[in-house]
């Protein structure tokens, strides 16, 4: 059933829970063999997910944060890999319809081929040279203009869902110093995946490098400047902490079920009578009732707020990504104490939910860089 079809969130959620149940069971499989879940993301285009973040003005359904973000964490629960690849996606769509600074025609053509031919982008912005991108570094990849044309030269790293995309956007640095987005095709002659990824955490997210040796670019298809370190507040980022949430909430499921049925014989009931497991699964409910109202009153305030307001958005956001993905290492760490060393066994989910919740520290933005800035901010506030 297409996702288009229904009228309410609930329904939607309903019809996603339908539809990534099977995530979970392929999640085991793809996480031993280092494989990306291809099915997974054409099970998601088949029921019309990957255009839910388009504008109504655009042809698509104008999926409010709030309720896109729902839709993420239940994805997650079944299969955080799936859930943060298919999120960047979606929220890049988000990003360039609000900021509307590509190439008029491209930006057409663009969402043409995502609401109607089911395509996919991400950004490849990292670099090993740079590090996150966050912080400022310039990219070393190198644009070069040429006769109508741009030709591109350099490696990107962390490129997730790298086997599903249709598109790159790629950051370089000009000839005159300055650095801008440039959209690559994959199928571009010089443009090289090299599968590279082989991290212990969000092993299906296919975060592989891109490699691109002299590919050639019409001229359009340089798309903005860009100023690396310096962004303004984007709700869209929100998809990165409703990911972790998903993961952990994945977790507590899994120490839930299993304080039920272990019964050693120690004792005359299942683990879950026992005072020390009610307190932690009672603690990590406490965290998960937190860490949801955070993200989900952030994401409305966003929603319901205009262009301006959300300029003065940023502390927020990115105190809900820094508690909700640290509660979410919390909640996956408690669940695991629930279990015991069983949950050490590489059969069972949770020591997955484990590795993939780590991945949260490392995505944007890093904590360090939020504790920083609202400390300089308090610290304005107060002279
Ligand atoms: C699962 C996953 C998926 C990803 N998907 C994508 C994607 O699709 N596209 C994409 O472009 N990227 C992606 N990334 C990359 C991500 O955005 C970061 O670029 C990457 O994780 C590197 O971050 P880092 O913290 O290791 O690097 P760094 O920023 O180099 O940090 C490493 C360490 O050095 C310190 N450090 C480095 N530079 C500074 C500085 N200037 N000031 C202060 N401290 C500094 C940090 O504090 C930290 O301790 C992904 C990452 C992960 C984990």
């Known amino acids: 059933m297409k996702l288009q079809t229904v009228n309410t969130n609930e329904e939607r959620e309903y019809i996603v829970h339908q539809t990534a149940q099977a995530f979970l069971s392929r999640a085991q499989k793809h996480d031993e063999e280092n494989t990306f879940p291809m099915e997974n993301i054409q099970e998601l285009k088949e029921i019309g997910y990957t255009t839910l973040t388009i504008p ?4 698509g359904a104008g999926l409010p944060l709030a309720d896109w973000l729902s839709l993420q964490e239940v994805i997650a629960t079944y299969d955080g890999s799936t859930s943060l690849s ?37 950004a490849a912005a990292s670099e090993p040279e740079t590090g996150s991108p966050t912080r400022g570094g310039k990219p070393t990849t190198t644009a070069k203009n040429e006769k109508h044309s741009w030709v591109i030269n350099g490696r990107k790293s962390f490129t997730s ?19 801008g987005n440039f959209l690559i095709h994959r199928s571009a002659p010089g443009v ?10 969000m092993r299906g997210t ?21 100023h690396p370190g310096k962004k303004s507040p984007a709700g869209w980022l929100l998809h990165i902490p409703a990911c972790y949430l998903g993961i952990a909430q994945a977790a507590q499921n899994f120490a839930i079920d ?44 966003w929603d319901t707020s205009s262009q301006n307001e959300r300029l003065e958005m940023q502390s927020e956001l990115s ?24 949950s050490l066994f590489k059969e069972n989910p949770i020591q997955r939910y484990y590795r993939d919740v780590r991945a949260g520290l490392h995505n944007p933005p890093m904590d360090d860089r939020t504790l ?12």
């Open 192 to 201: 090289k995946i090299e599968e590279t990824w082989n991290s212990i955490a």
């Open 56 to 59: 109504k003005e655009f042809g």
């Open 161 to 179: 869902m790298a086997p599903a995309l249709d598109y790159f956007i790629v950051s370089a640095t000009m000839e005159d110093g300055q650095v």
């Open 319 to 342: 105190s809900v990504k820094y508690h909700v993905v640290n509660s979410a290492v919390n909640i996956v760490d408690r669940a695991m104490r629930v279990v015991g060393a069983q």
């Open 258 to 301: 299993f304080a039920k049925s272990y019964s050693p014989n120690s004792l005359s009931s299942a683990i879950k009578d026992l005072p020390n497991v009610q307190v932690k699964i009672g603690e990590n409910e406490a965290d998960l009732i937190q860490a949801r109202y955070f993200l989900y009153g952030v994401a409305k305030k």
């Open 86 to 122: 298919i999120g960047w996606h979606m929220g890049i769509i988000t990003q360039i319809i609000e900021n509307r600074s590509w190439p008029e025609n491209i930006l057409d053509r663009v969402l043409y081929e995502v609401l109607h031919e089911g395509k996919l982008l991400n």
């Open 206 to 226: 296919a975060s592989h490098d891109l490699y691109l040796k002299n590919v050639r670019i019409p001229a359009d298809h340089f798309l903005e400047v860009i």
């Open 372 to 383: 920083v800035s609202l400390a300089s901010k308090a610290f304005e506030r107060t002279e």
